[in-house]
């Protein structure tokens, strides 16, 4: 029926759009993650040009 087609393909774009958010989160919290390292990592060098 059509009405079962419209609502199978509105579960398929939901699970698309939750993947997309998924790998977004990922993404960012991967950057995030690579930010605080790179700060841990230039803090923890002594500073010689002061």
């Given at each position: 029926?059509?009405?079962a087609k419209m609502e199978r393909r509105?579960?398929?774009e939901q699970e698309g759009a939750a993947a997309m958010e998924r790998e977004m989160l990922?993404?960012?919290g991967l950057n995030l993650n690579l930010n605080h390292s790179l700060t841990d990592y230039?803090?923890?060098q002594p500073d010689?040009?002061?």
């Amino acid at each position: 029926s059509k009405l079962a087609k419209m609502e199978r393909r509105r579960q398929i774009e939901q699970e698309g759009a939750a993947a997309m958010e998924r790998e977004m989160l990922d993404v960012e919290g991967l950057n995030l993650n690579l930010n605080h390292s790179l700060t841990d990592y230039f803090n923890a060098q002594p500073d010689d040009e002061s």
